[in-house]
């Protein structure tokens, strides 16, 4: 008896943890946007729980001479997210005001390093979210259809596939690099 107490105390704990662990298309999507919605957006909240309650040093934090700082790292995310909206919704790449805009985090490198420090961890996090609502609005105007229409050489699914495997990446290296920060 008290080995299943002991079971059951376990599965309530742990229940709600895996409960968040669900792909469900939210309401005003059609099912397959709205389960990429849904991926993209447990990224997201990942990525947000390594960086959460950075302090100045953290964020600008560099590994070494070749890395890229959280901040940065955070910019490319929304950068490469901004860039598929472009290239999915209008068929085309970056205007100049966009490049402008996005190129250096787009690119990264030292550039990148020079040029994203000194501003705060929520400055990256309101670009990238400010990019996700976005999103979630374009993505809310198409069907399953257009998700699986060629755009160039690849599906818009297949694009948007790949704005979630690139955020995975780099939450793993974000994971790394908070965990190294004194």
């Known amino acids: 008896m008290k080995k299943l107490s002991q079971l059951l105390v376990l599965f309530l704990i742990s229940s709600p943890l895996f409960a968040q662990n669900v792909i469900k298309a939210p309401k005003g999507y059609s099912q397959d ?3 990429m919605i849904s991926m993209l957006d447990n990224l997201k909240q990942r990525v947000e729980r390594n960086v959460r309650g950075l302090d100045q040093v953290g964020t600008d934090f560099l590994l070494d001479e070749n ?4 901040g940065a790292i955070i910019y490319h995310l929304a950068a490469t ?5 472009a290239y999915t919704f209008e068929g085309r790449g970056f205007n100049a005001e966009e490049r402008k805009k996005w190129e250096t985090a787009l690119n990264l490198g030292n550039k990148a390093r020079g040029e994203f420090k000194g501003k705060p961890i929520t400055y990256y996090m309101d670009l990238y979210d400010a990019v996700r609502k976005k999103t ?4 809310k105007t198409k069907d399953d259809k257009w998700f699986a229409k060629k755009n160039g050489n690849m599906s818009n ?3 948007w596939f790949h704005v979630m495997e690139h955020q995975a990446n780099h939450m793993g290296q974000l994971a790394l690099i908070t965990k190294r920060i004194n």
Not at 67 to 70: E, K, L, T
Not at 136 to 139: A, C, G, H, R, T
């Open 81 to 85: 997210e901004a860039y598929y909206q």
């Open 136 to 139: 979630k609005e374009l993505l």
């Open 33 to 35: 946007i709205g389960n």
């Open 157 to 159: 699914h297949w694009a």
């Open 67 to 70: 890395a890229n700082s959280p």
